[in-house]
């Protein structure tokens, strides 16, 4: 049982997820710049590339957004805004520590329903601006959704199953011992394939892939682009700061204080989803999706199973 | 509000706003679980929704204008009159006051009230009746296995489906 | 506003860049990108979020309306310029970043674009769903896309029923600019006509760069970024003309990290099949012929020619004017250059394929517009 944070700590969770996310988009766009152009010729070079990020967002808040023939804007817009807002709806449940700005009895399902928000906000984006392209962008979010979200699920199931609780604080002081990851490993990964896949970043990319011209953002410009594609860095540190309490442990560690593990541990795991944007390349979902539904799937539920069996022994 | 939009979108997620508020109401009625499912299911729902009726009908942001209203004044009418009554009902009813206590769990409550012993039962037949759902989608494409190589499994497909991502 | 216009200095410091190339144009565009990489420029990939529009290539007559409509669905402030030759890319780039921060805040309001002209009539799709059509023009300006080439599509969703090439892509309804000659093709024509001296090295190496740079492109579209990035890194190397000695050992590691790469085997393994049969009937020569197979395995054969061409870079030997000139793409026949062919196999390769790849059956066979002009001019001296 997580303990209720004071209520300033509401008001800071927008500015921090976003501070938060503009540092792991820092750190991306150096990995990009060094791929693109090679490596950075002095430190001046590398503080320039790390600021693209936060140069970008200047440059947002200044343009004029577009607006294309019998566009739905208002949908667009809101499509656009329901993505970071999601994002800090879902933050609300995560532990710093063993703190959280509230910690309902559902936490894990709230958690998975934020989520949806923002996938139906998406589709909404790619929809709005009557333009074929960012609605093909629309349709690969869907089918992108369909094809990581049940192995999600399931993987979120586990770790609830493991604490025998919905609550995240529960899950949290269940791996007091040990951690989740341990006797979880298979659903830890998929958790993390979805968290990309969720955030629509990285392997995940598709439904902005650059054979669509930036799909879903292909008409965005000025503050619709910063809300959706900063919205996606949001979700993006918050479904990998999630897989903190679900499987690795929370705050629980030694001789450092609790909101240092939880810290650690979130950067760990954003460090090791950043560098692997590098590797993987973007995925087809025509190509996915039958891995994902014949392997995934049963894994998942074997994990499931395995977990409840061993809960039942206990 | 449903009504009142021309297009499938906006009509479509006007709905999932009348949906989340039901999901809001039964989180007011103290049920945690069943709001936030009602939330998280209707959500994704509404979305796939949208994306069959853009199959259906593509036109991005309804650039073909649709009417789903008909007979307006009958319709406006009608709702007006059930709308106060409801609320004069809501009002005017002399509600019973609370006897005994909040249970620690209500979603747990509620399963029981509703389903008593029956819960696996109804479990499995859940199961079972999104296994038809699959099945009959299997039986109904046109591009089955039967329709690729023949009525016994042997022949050479006549046109190979699109390749999946597991190698056959 | 003081604080404002400093924020817009900042931001315009490093504006984001909108790249389109022209028939002609590969040279320039070449140099633009080594620019914008020299000076860590991000690139944009759509006018929506571009700062800089950059055409590279002399615009004619034929391009001014749809550059017009691209320019205006930059939204302001912004700026565009146009890099006629690979020399200028420098001094004119920087000309535009100075104009774009003093740039005053004039409110323009942002144009629209042409949206569907017309609604869509139904038709049944693969399964026998009565699905509406959707008409849409692929083209000229897309990232990683051919210069010059217009697709006119018919879509379900996102699956291709129909596609045909635009008349604008016929032989000898391209026009470049007087005095230019096909970049890729260049070395390998003067070779033919004896006009210049060309050595075996010049024509190997701009050979094996136009490899690198096909293979980067479908890189790019496969959504392997840095792989696509490598290729292109040796593309530059190639081209500004580093010893064979030097950048074989390198060339050696990028064409072999490329064809072991089991996801990129996964991601294009079955896309867009040409069978030599089919090829050959179609008159298609070159890799595409050789490759005997899908995307996959024409990606390979550009690999193993990069390899190939890569140890002799600097032959000095003069070339052999046997059986006629062949560029990076096939046998330069002036009558039906091997672009055409590779222009007269796509619409069949790309009828029934989803959206993502068609985009990766366009690049893998990656026709070049240049070849298709109507008066091959006398090539000349390469600018720049």
Known sequence: MAEAAPLWAAVVLPFALAAAACCAASVDAL?????????????????????????ATVRLFA?????????????????????????????????????????????????????ALAWAGVWLVGWGPNSTLSMIGGYRFLAQGLAYELPHMFALTTAALGAESLRVGDVVAAQSGLWFVVWMPVAFVVYLLSALGMSFWGPFGHPLGRDIASGVAVELGGVDRLLLLG?????????????????????????????????????????????????LPTARMDRYLEPAWMVLIPLTLAQALFVAVAVLDR | MVFRFDSMARATYALLLALLCVGVDVLLLGLDYLGVVVVLMMTIEMALMAAFMVMFMMNPAGLAPMSMTHNRRGAALLSAVVFV???????????????????????????????????LTMMVLGLALFATIVASVVLATRRGRYDRFGDDLRGRPAEPAARGGLPR | MGVRSALLRYAARRPTVLAVALPGGTASRLAVEAELCRRGLPAADTPADADLLVVCGVPTH??????????AAVPSPASRVVVPAAGRAADLLDTATSLLGTAPLAYRPAP?????????????????????????????????????????????????????????????????PAGRAPFWDE????????????????????????????????????????LAARCRRSRDTVLAGAPSARIVGELRATTRRVARSRTVRRALAGVGP????????????????????????????????????????????????????SGPRGVLDPARPPSAALLGVLPGLLAGVDFAAARIIVASLDPDLDELTSSPDRPETPHG
């Open chain 3, 274 to 325: 040409l069978p030599r049969r089919r090829a050959r009937a179609a008159g298609v020569t070159g890799p595409a012929l050789v490759a005997d197979g899908d995307s996959h395995d024409r990606l390979l054969v550009w690999m193993a020619e990069v390899e190939r061409f890569g140890a002799d870079l600097d032959d000095p030997r003069a070339p052999e004017t046997g059986g006629g000139a």
């Open chain 2, 85 to 119: 009554a409801l609320a004069a009902g809501a009002l005017l009813t002399p509600w019973p006051s609370r006897r005994g206590d909040v249970p620690p769990d209500p979603t747990r409550q509620l399963g029981r009230s509703l389903m008593g012993g029956q819960m």
């Open chain 3, 62 to 71: 034929r391009d001014l309306p749809w550059l017009d409509r691209l320019g």
């Open chain 1, 31 to 55: 990995l990009a710049a060094s791929a693109r152009c090679g490596p950075a010729r002095g430190a001046r070079d590398a503080v320039s590339r790390a600021a693209t990020p936060l140069r």
């Open chain 1, 63 to 115: 343009r004029r957004p577009r607006r294309t023939t019998a566009a739905d804007t208002a949908l667009t817009r809101l499509g656009a805004a329901v993505v970071p807002v999601a994002a800090v709806l879902a933050c609300a449940v995560l532990p710093w520590g063993f703190t959280s700005v509230t910690d309902p009895t559902v936490g894990v399902v709230w958690f998975n329903a934020m989520e």
């Open chain 1, 231 to 279: 919205g996606r860095w949001m979700l993006l540190v918050t479904t990998a700061g999630f897989s903190v309490p679900l499987f690795l442990g929370g705050g629980h560690g030694p001789l450092l204080p609790a909101w240092a593990w939880t810290l650690l541990k979130t950067g760990a795991v954003l460090a090791l989803l950043v560098t692997a944007r590098r590797v």
């Open chain 3, 187 to 226: 070395p390998a024509l003067n070779a033919a006509s004896g006009g210049s001296f060309v050595t075996r090295g010049q024509v190997a190496r701009r050979c094996c760069a136009a490899h690198l740079d096909s293979a980067a492109r479908l890189l790019a579209v496969t959504g392997c970024d840095t």
């Open chain 3, 112 to 176: 629209s674009d042409d949206g569907e002209p017309e609604t869509a009539r139904r038709g049944d799709d693969r399964d026998g769903l009565r699905l509406d059509r959707l008409r849409l023009t692929l083209g000229p300006a897309l990232p990683d896309w051919p210069a010059g080439l217009v697709l006119r599509l018919t879509l379900q969703g996102d699956l291709v029923q129909t596609a045909e090439t635009d008349t604008r892509c016929a032989v000898g309804r391209v026009v470049l």
